[in-house]
């Protein structure tokens, strides 16, 4: 009997001991594919692919509830005010240029300009159909009103939308403000940006490993010849098995599209649209991209953020009233978009900021710390672009979303020639 049981319990150490070893090694292989990345990142992210996402969620959950909870009263350590890029210094040693990236999707033409018109490349890098762009002077939209504070006593710029970056045919494309969300905690903005979507183009980027399936033209970058256009890049959306919903891109079905889910659609000649499938959107081969995720968390300019049976529809892993980095992409009547970041937003107060922008409709982005990242850019003569992070706290390389990276991104490209480059050479 004592043999037997010794014969057991050999047999268990053999196989606890094998799957540590297997479990050291496939950790490892996962790091080395991922470098840069920080390691909770690497690992919980390697449990979701050994079909452990529910463990992930519970885990989240405790760390936002019990550890990582967020202060109460005081005020941010940073400033509303932002800098507009020009008088920032030459970029480091670690942004230097790629290697020329494939171009292979259709990527829209930058459009001519009658204001200021320097010299920009001509990116006709589309496969069928080319696309048309606008002609004549460029048109410039209205950003929105400024946003109310609801702390009692606001900071100075607080919820005032301040320009960034390059001019595009003689006119601001990029506008920033901060805001504190609610009352209680008081020491924490949500950073607002907003795009003019009639001097900018949208360009979907697939990560190099996610949405997980699809297609990979560029090896999750972004091609190095659209450097000199790039005004702004975004975190994409949640891992594909997360949206609950579908993906397409360039003919390709990787995931069936959900009806009713909320959905990013970009265009062949550089249009997003922001909309509920198959009530405002159905497929058309002026697409070139279908990006879903959840349920619009913002329809027709209200929040649909609600009861606790729809946590799903929030955050997918982790509970919608948690306080935690998101981020979310809304439209607003004009076209214009409106993508908000924060790391003390709940669901509840994600919307609201959306709304308070805006926003008629919205979709959650991704989430969590590391995979919330927005980020705006100005240029040097020669065309290269330096990075700026729209939150200082935001983490990882501020230029990820140039470079070769695992997840999609949204990018938004000069429409019409820069103008005003930054001084240095």
């Not at 159909?129 to 009103?145: I, R």
């Not at 004009?334 to 919205?362: F, K, M, N, W």
């Not at 980020?375 to 230029?399: L, V």
Request: charged share 15%; proline share 9%; aromatic share 10%.
């Amino acid at each position: 009997m004592r043999k037997a049981i010794k014969r057991v319990a050999l047999l268990l150490a053999v196989v606890l001991l094998a799957l540590l070893v297997f479990v050291g090694w496939s950790l490892r292989s996962a790091m080395n594919q991922s470098p840069g990345s920080p390691i909770q990142v690497v690992a919980a992210t390697w449990m979701r692919d050994h079909h452990m996402g529910a463990l992930v969620a519970r885990m989240e959950d405790f760390y936002y509830q019990y550890i990582n909870t967020p202060e109460v009263g005081g005020k941010p350590n940073i400033s509303a005010s932002f800098d507009s890029g020009e008088s920032t210094p030459p970029p480091s040693p670690s942004a230097s240029p790629l290697p020329s990236q494939p171009s292979t999707s259709p990527i829209p033409t930058p459009k001519p300009a009658t204001a200021e018109p320097t010299t920009a490349p001509d990116f006709n890098l589309s496969q069928d159909p080319a696309p048309t762009g606008q002609t004549g002077t460029a048109t410039h939209l209205s950003p929105p009103s400024n946003l109310i504070s609801p702390a009692s006593i606001p900071e100075p710029l607080e919820g005032v939308w301040q320009a960034v970056g390059n001019k595009v045919a003689g006119q601001h494309a990029v506008y920033l403000t901060r805001v504190r969300t609610d009352d209680v905690h008081t020491s924490y903005y949500a950073t607002a940006m907003w795009l003019d979507t009639s001097l900018l183009n949208s360009m979907f980027v697939p990560g190099s490993e996610e949405p997980k399936g699809g297609p990979d033209p560029f090896n999750g970058a972004l091609p190095q010849e659209l450097w000199p256009l790039v005004m702004a890049n975004t975190n994409g959306a949640f891992r594909l098995e997360d949206t609950r919903a579908g993906y397409w891109y360039d003919g390709q079905l990787v995931q069936p599209l959900e009806k009713g889910r909320a959905s990013a659609v970009f265009y062949r000649d550089g249009r997003l649209f922001i909309g509920k499938w198959g009530r405002n959107l159905s497929l058309t081969p002026d697409m070139i991209a279908v990006r879903q995720n959840l349920d619009l968390i913002v329809d027709h300019g209200q929040s649909k953020v609600n009861g606790p049976e729809y946590n799903v529809n929030w955050g997918a892993t982790t509970d919608k009233e948690n306080l935690a980095w998101r981020a979310g992409f809304g439209q607003r009547t004009d076209g214009s978009l409106v993508y908000v970041i924060g790391q003390a937003l709940s669901a509840h107060t994600l919307a609201e900021t959306l709304v308070a922008a805006g926003a008629q409709r919205a979709m959650v982005l991704d989430m969590n710390e590391y995979w919330s990242a927005g980020f705006f850019f100005n240029h040097k003569r020669n065309g290269d672009p330096i990075c700026h992070k729209i939150d200082p706290d935001i983490s990882g390389a501020c230029d990820r979303f140039l470079r070769p990276f695992a997840r999609d991104s949204f990018q938004f490209l000069a429409a019409f020639p820069l103008t005003k480059r930054h001084p240095a050479s």
